[in-house]
């Protein structure tokens, strides 16, 4: 398996606005969670301008699917994202 980080660079406004699309992406969150695609994601905070989310998947497809999937990058929070390979050293691999 392999990992992967996916980082999105927040609008100036996300924090009002994700209000109407948050629990639609916490849903979408949930189901790649569930599948045990997604590890882990969140904001960060202070300022909120990005977020990160980790992904073990065989290919990056599947991340690429959460993002066009993901309300919040449909409905322009999202004002660019990016996908890394991760190479872990330490910890769960």
């Known amino acids: 398996m392999k990992y ?3 980082t999105y660079l927040l609008t ?3 924090m009002d606005r994700r209000g109407d699309y948050r629990e639609e992406h ?9 599948k045990g695609l997604l590890l882990m ?5 202070r300022p909120a301008d990005k977020a990160v989310l980790i992904f073990r998947s ?6 690429e699917a959460f993002v066009k999937e993901d309300p919040y990058v449909k409905n322009g ?3 660019s994202w990016e996908i890394r390979d991760w190479s872990v050293v330490v910890g769960v691999v």
């Not at 916490?26 to 569930?34: E, I, R, V």
């Not at 065989?58 to 991340?63: G, K, S």
Request: proline share 0%.
């Open 4 to 6: 992967y980080m996916l």
């Open 12 to 14: 100036h406004d996300y």
């Open 26 to 34: 916490l849903l979408l969150a949930d189901d790649y969670y569930k």
């Open 41 to 45: 994601g969140g904001a960060l905070s």
């Open 58 to 63: 065989e290919m990056v497809n599947d991340v």
């Open 77 to 79: 929070l999202v004002e």
